[in-house]
T-cell receptor, first 112, second 113 residues
């Protein structure tokens, strides 16, 4: 069964450093999403991406964040200058109309 | 804006007990409703869904009915197992809102043998 994969599973970084979280969506899916879950809190929407552009973003997704689909298979989330409060589990999801979103296993980001 | 409220946990049960997790929502229009489950150390898995009023979603012994009159989508299972120990998230999706999912806060369920 096809699945969404994410790498790395755990990323530790120093405050102020750039990180790139990688996702490989399911191959025939066209809609891509990033969500995050701060430890013990609810899952929050960050951004959706379709047709090589952002379709919607939340207020969390500020100028420090960017997304890219560089090569037709990967979907990346970049945080330019990480802050302590960026520590969270980041989930990628993909979707093919009209079905539900499939989530990856997540990347745990720890900012020290 | 859209929101989902679900009962806070943790909910601790004995094996074979009946489980109910309440979920209510606020949204304009006609959202689709979902329950996702997160097992320890894993990501989110879709458990069940309902796309219109009075639909019943079911999977693995879990059920939830889309009640528009009470804006609710309560999750139930008649006889839980230890393997059902997880965090359960209620969520909604509106097509007019870009199809993003709006999640509730999650309910941790612990089933003891």
């Amino acid at each position: 069964e096809p699945e969404v994969t994410q790498t790395p599973s755990h990323q530790v970084t120093q405050m102020g450093q750039e990180v790139i979280l990688r996702c490989v969506p399911i191959s025939n899916h066209l809609y891509f999403y990033w969500y995050r879950q701060i430890l013990g809190q609810k899952v929050e929407f960050l951004v959706s991406f379709y047709n090589n552009e952002i379709s919607e973003k939340s207020e969390i997704f500020d100028d420090q964040f960017s997304v890219e689909r560089p090569d037709g298979s990967n979907f990346t989330l970049k945080i330019r200058s990480t802050k302590l409060e960026d520590s969270a589990m980041y989930f990628c999801a993909s979707r093919e109309l009209p079905n539900e979103q499939f989530f990856g296993p997540g990347t745990r980001l720890t900012v020290l | 804006g859209d929101s989902v409220t679900q009962m806070e946990g943790p909910v601790t049960l004995s094996e074979e007990a009946f489980l109910t997790i309440n979920c209510t929502y606020t949204a304009t229009g006609y959202p689709s409703l979902f329950w996702y489950v997160q097992y320890p150390g894993e990501g989110l898995q879709l458990l069940l869904k309902a796309t219109k009023a009075d639909d019943k979603g079911s999977n693995k012994g879990f059920e939830a009915t889309y009640r528009k009159e009470t804006t609710s989508f309560h999750l139930e299972k008649g006889s839980v197992q230890v393997s059902d120990s997880a965090v359960y998230f209620c969520a909604l999706r509106r097509e007019a809102a870009g199809n993003k999912l709006t999640f509730g806060g999650g309910t941790r369920v612990l089933v003891k043998p």
